[in-house]
C-alpha cells in the first residue's frame, strides 16, 4: 500500500475542505395557514398538502400548575 513521502500541511488540507459549506434550508410559506414549511412536504401546523388535509393534527394542551 502507498504512503505519503511527506505530511500534508494545514494549508492544502484547508484548500480542499473550502466546499464543506452548510446549505441554508428552503422554506416557503404554507397557503394555509402561512406558516413556513419544507417544500413538497405536509405542514406540520395544518396538516394540509396540495391544498387538501392529509394529516390530522394534535393540538398539544398546556399543563396546569397548582
Avoid: F
Avoid at 511527506?6 to 475542505?17: A, D
Avoid at 394555509?32 to 388535509?53: F, I, M, S, T
Wanted: proline letters at 6%.
Amino acid at each position: 500500500m502507498a504512503l505519503p513521502k511527506r505530511k500534508h500541511s494545514s494549508q492544502r488540507g484547508g484548500k480542499r475542505r473550502t466546499h464543506w459549506k452548510i446549505k441554508k434550508t428552503n422554506l416557503i410559506p404554507c397557503p394555509q395557514c402561512k406558516q413556513l414549511k419544507l417544500p413538497h412536504r405536509a405542514c406540520l401546523v395544518c396538516g394540509y398538502y396540495d391544498g387538501r388535509q392529509v394529516a390530522e393534527v394534535k393540538v398539544k394542551e398546556k399543563k396546569k400548575r397548582k
